[in-house]
């Protein structure tokens, strides 16, 4: 009994196809996660659209140059909607929509 063997190569001579691939690179996606620390008494308020410092220093019964001053703000007028504020310790109102109380926070 006789085998024959027979040779079969893959591709062309050709040499651009014996060319290598330049490596495959991938990427991992990456989570952040921020965490904020508030100082006792203090209260974190996100700013809403709409919002002006001096609005929000009234609600909360503070200055307008205290809640500079704990956020590091250049000026009053630097802030933006889903900014997070630390509000320094004051009164808080607290309105549901039939009555108002003040509240310590």
Do not use: H, W
Request: glycine share 10%.
């Amino acid at each position: 009994m006789v085998l024959g063997v027979v040779g079969v190569a893959c591709g062309t001579t050709d040499p651009a196809s014996q060319e290598r691939l330049p490596p495959i690179q991938t990427t991992t996606p990456t989570t952040t996660t921020t965490t904020t620390t508030v100082a006792p008494g203090d209260f974190l308020y996100v700013v809403q659209s709409g919002d002006t410092l001096g609005k929000i220093a009234e609600r909360f019964s503070v200055t307008i140059a205290a809640i500079v001053e704990r956020n590091g703000l250049p000026s009053a007028d630097a802030i933006q909607a889903g900014q997070s504020l630390e509000i320094p310790e004051g009164l808080l109102v607290v309105n549901d929509g039939t009555s108002s109380a003040t509240t310590e926070p």
